[in-house]
Nanobody, 126 residues
Framework: QVQLVESGGGLVQAGGSLRLSCAAS????????MGWFRQAPGKEREFVAA???????TYGDSVKGRFTISRDNAKNTVYLRMNSLKPEDTAVYYC????????????????????WGQGTQVTVSS
């Protein structure tokens, strides 16, 4: 079992920045590919970013150039730095994890992640 706890959400004005954190516990963090997803009211869950065990990142088209995913294996934590925030970024943001043998693989489909956090709300005002 892996437990994931997100933090760092809140209310921010358009153009502002936030950094989300996801703390993992229960297993060897470095063995897991990590991802961030978001879900706005009335919409499907959307892929935001993923990071491989080796640190390579993949991003959804709507956040490329604005968001950065990173990980600190010593702290068992994955981060999502969000810059130039827009009202359409408003959503609940979820952290996800999946154990992977391949060090350089990132995962995009939500269905492939085994573990999920409870989410943190991000609200961007115009």
């Amino acid at each position: 079992q892996v437990q994931l706890v997100e933090s760092g959400g809140g209310l921010v004005q358009a153009g502002g920045s936030l950094r989300l954190s996801c703390a993992a516990s229960g297993r060897t963090f470095s063995n897991y590919t990590m991802g961030w997803f978001r879900q706005a009211p009335g919409k499907e869950r959307e892929f935001v970013a993923a990071i491989s065990r080796s640190g390579g990142g993949t991003y959804g088209d709507s956040v490329k150039g604005r968001f950065t995913i990173s990980r600190d294996n010593a702290k068992n934590t994955v981060y999502l730095r969000m810059n130039s925030l827009k009202p359409e970024d408003t959503a609940v943001y979820y952290c996800a994890a999946d154990r992977q043998a391949a060090a350089d693989r990132t995962i995009v489909p939500a269905t492939e992640y085994e573990y999920w956090g409870q989410g943190t709300q991000v609200t961007v005002s115009s």
